[in-house]
């Protein structure tokens, strides 16, 4: 079992910043893949972006590339993810969530699910 804990999320203006972490408990953490998703209101939940086991492989979402960050220190089991010029359409509960594959994670098919963390982007 990995239990996955998100927080860092809130309430901030377009063009604002925000860090989000993935705090990870249980089997060994960096054995696993790890991607942040995102569902909004009436949407289905999307990938965001992924990074591999080691760190040194990371995938993002086009909506968000140049944006957003993803990186990883498995010392402290955690994942972040950097959001940086956010927009209004960037509003949403974001997800982290382990894999054991880089694909299966990229593609949502995933083992662990945190509880989740609300962004919300004001115009």
């Known amino acids: 079992q990995v239990q996955l804990v998100e927080s860092g999320g809130g309430l901030v203006q377009a063009g604002g910043s925000l860090r989000l972490s993935c705090a990870a408990s249980g089997r060994t953490f960096s054995n696993y893949a790890i991607g942040w998703f995102r569902q909004a209101p009436g949407k289905e939940r999307a990938s965001v972006a992924v990074i591999s086991w080691s760190g040194g492989t990371t995938d993002y979402a086009d909506s968000v590339k140049g944006r957003f960050a993803i990186s990883r220190d498995n010392g402290k089991n955690t994942v972040y993810l950097q959001m940086r010029s956010l927009k209004p359409e960037d509003t949403a509960v974001y997800y982290c969530?382990?894999?054991?594959?880089?694909?299966?994670?990229?593609?949502?098919?995933?083992?662990?699910w945190g509880q989740g963390t609300q962004v919300t982007v004001s115009s």
């Open positions: 969530a382990a894999g054991s594959t880089y694909w299966d994670t990229q593609s949502g098919t995933c083992d662990y």
